[in-house]
């Protein structure tokens, strides 16, 4: 008993000061948003005097933050979409049926899995420069959902491998078409698998930046990542503003994260091990 | 199962595939071609054969930014994936009143690495930065630095970002292959008398082995293909100290236009990727052998 109270002690004495290192770059983050320029460099480590959101809304306002959180969540959700949508219809084929040149089109998709996005990058800029895809809102949705897609019809693949075979076979004794076959199901059984499709592709896609770097200079239509950047470019020394720039983009995304924890580290930790 | 009608699989394929196939498959083949050609992106091709691969293993930037992502790597496989097995340690180590932990430490892997690179930037400021504050305050004053601006430690100041990062998301992994453990193993260490260390070290990592070899492969090929932190903390700099193959390929290819270089590059980089991936399989089918005949 002795022991275990010893070693229970041990343990949160530890981890809590872990913890407390571990979150607080994001805490003096916090902090320095509510300190004025003089403050920040008086004394970087002293508590604000006072706390006045006034200046988030100022970077709200000032950095048109609106318009990239905006933009991120089309870019995000149109992407995800035709991720999700295109991926359940090739894996419902690539695990139900057999049909020719099966083996080498799915030997297709899984190069993807392991290509770098350095393969293929420069070349797909080339592209997008020649077919004037570069520049509109709308832009990154292509590449996003492009790289997404082996991934997800991996998984989903893997999902419904698992399903028995019989039922596709009583489905289809009983008269149900491809498509119906689809909808009936297909898509309930494969309701867990997009679910971690889904959370690994809006993660992929919201944080994305290399591409979005080159793709996209025109502000009106840049994601968070490079709109903070750009943002952080334009307001170098008003470190107040920028640190209350930082604080409004990162503080909704961490507590969205922290309701669906569950989901969302299941969701990664499944992705990424395949 | 054959499909009730016959097109119906090609159907179901083909917006993927076409997709796929104009923004992935197809560049990737076109660099390749590039790679073979002098081409600013706008003018003229003209073919050079294998001057560009020739060119790129003997330019002493991109050699020494295989050395830099080399060093980078072992730092990350150390402050990732060896901390983040540390954590999944020490969370398993007892039944209940971990889930805060768990949460808390994920919590970088869902920033955007852009926005974590610009906080960082500032707990590294040496005018008002975190870690120059806190040495003054301990009485350390000689002990700050400009830690991105000095070519010893820029590299690891970048490094340790990264470690902050996916500590957390390699603690998940490995958090949850210890649970697919059965606990009666650990149980039946725990009764033999084994601590709770040597029942981490003798019976928990020898069981998740697998996963901490595909956890090392994830890190070296994630690692090699870094950008967003090394972009937005140094960009390269100081002196070309944290130079690492994506940003320098960035540099050759859209400040340079230098296409076609920059293709071979980027197909070395690739070849460089696959054969650490053909490497993991090599070994891991070694060690299955092994393990059969054993």
Redesign the interface.
Known sequence: MKRLIG??AV??T??GV??AI?????M??VM?SFKTNSE??SS??SLPTSIDFSTWVDAWVVGNLGRYVFNSLFVTSSSVL?IL???A??A???S????NG?GI?FA??A??L??????????????F?LLSIKGHRWTLI??Y???G??LA?YLLKVYLDGVP?QL??AA?IDGA???RMFRVLVLPMLRPGLATVAVFSI?AT??E??LA??YVTNDAYKT???G??AF?SRYVTD?QL??SA?TI??LP??AI??IF?RQ???G??DG??K | MRAHRWFTPYLLVVPALALFTFAVLGPVMATGVFSFYEWDGFGVFTPVGFDNYVRAISDPIFRASFVHVAIYIALTIVLEVGAGLFLAGMVTSRPKGTGFFRVAFFIPVMLPLVVVAVVWGFVYNPDFGLINGALEAIGLGSLTNVWLGDTRTALIAVSIVSGWVFAGFFMAIFYAAINQIPSEISEAARIDGASEIQTFWKVKVPMIRNVIEIAILLAVTGGFQSFDLFFVLTNGGPYGATEIPTTYLVKVVFRNQNVGYGSAMAMVMTATVLAMGAVYMWVRKRADVEGGTA
């Not at chain 1, 290509?115 to 080339?126: G, K, L, T």
């Open positions: 070693s229970r343990f949160f530890v981890m872990l913890a571990y979150t607080l770059p994001l003096w983050m320095s920040i460099f970087p480590l035709v949508v295109f991926s219809l090739a419902y084929a690539f139900v049926f057999d049909f099966k089109l297709m998709f190069l993807g392991l290509m770098p996005i350095q393969s293929y990058f420069i070349a797909q800029n080339s592209l420069e292509v590449p959902a492009a790289m897609i082996p019809i075979r596709f076979d289809r078409s491809d498509m993660l919201w944080n930046f290399l770097l080159l968070i990542p490079t903070l950047l952080s470190y920028l640190f930082l983009v990162t995304m961490i994260y922290v924890h969302v580290i299941a990664i930790t990424s091990l």
